[in-house]
T-cell receptor, first 114, second 115 residues
Framework: GDSVTQMEGPVTLSEEAFLTINCTYT??????LFWYVQYPGEGLQLLLK?????DKGSNKGFEATYRKETTSFHLEKGSVQVSDSAVYFC?????????????FGTGTLLAVQP | EAGVTQFPSHSVIEKGQTVTLRCDPI?????LYWYRRVMGKEIKFLLH????????ESGMPNNRFLAERTGGTYSTLKVQPAELEDSGVYFC?????????????FGPGTRLTVL
């Protein structure tokens, strides 16, 4: 079945460090890919998405490129801030005409220290 | 525009009791989804409503879980009787369209603890 694998956390970085959170997927169809973020005490919110191969999603300095050849959607940011501390979830959906449920990875906790 | 709201934010019950969670989607969103995250693991899909109809309930764990969406507005998820393994965070989400790449808007979640 369809699945998402993302790197285990927690990831601890100093402010202004470079961030990469790896995400790979398995899908029978042609998925759309998402990164959702959950800040402390809040619900999930969409960070960025990509709907076809080679698309790059970007938002708030974060980027991820849909790589079909490596079935990956790694999240990157060039310079993290303390305010980026959160749990990051990689997800996919395969729309087959009936449902577009999201399939999530386990989440990666990011802690950014000043 | 109000976001997705969930009630209660926390619930602590004893094994064998009944709990009902409520979700109010964004107004006008026909699609409503329930997910849950157990023990810090991945967030798992439970079911999907389109208006008042259950479009996909393949993720419902067993018949102790009953979801309804009467009138196609808010939804409830009842757990009866609750078991220890039902503890976790239950998320509700809604979306305007049923399409590939469509964003789902999430509520803050209900943290359920079964003792």
């Amino acid at each position: 079945g369809d699945s998402v694998t993302q790197m285990e956390g927690p990831v601890t970085l100093s402010e202004e460090a470079f961030l990469t959170i790896n995400c790979t997927y398995t899908a029978t169809g042609y998925p759309s890919l998402f990164w959702y973020v959950q800040y402390p005490g809040e619900g999930l919110q969409l960070l960025l998405k990509a709907t076809k191969a080679d698309d790059k999603g970007s938002n708030k300095g974060f980027e991820a490129t849909y790589r079909k050849e490596t079935t990956s959607f790694h999240l990157e940011k060039g310079s993290v801030q303390v305010s980026d501390s959160a749990v990051y979830f990689c997800a996919l959906s395969v729309y087959g005409g009936a449902t577009n449920k999201l399939i999530f990875g386990t989440g990666t906790l990011l802690a950014v220290q000043p | 525009e109000a976001g997705v709201t969930q009630f209660p934010s926390h619930s602590v019950i004893e094994k064998g009791q009944t709990v009902t969670l409520r979700c109010d989607p964004i107004s006008g969103h026909d699609n409503l989804y329930w997910y849950r995250r157990v023990m810090g693991k991945e967030i798992k899909f439970l079911l999907h409503f389109v208006k008042e109809s259950k479009q996909d309930e393949s993720g419902m764990p067993n018949n102790r879980f009953l979801a309804e969406r009467t009138g196609g507005t808010y939804s409830t998820l009842k757990v009866q009787p609750a078991e220890l393994e039902d503890s976790g965070v239950y998320f509700c989400a809604s979306s305007l369209r049923l399409a590939g790449g469509e964003e789902q808007f999430f509520g803050p979640g209900t943290r359920l603890t079964v003792l």
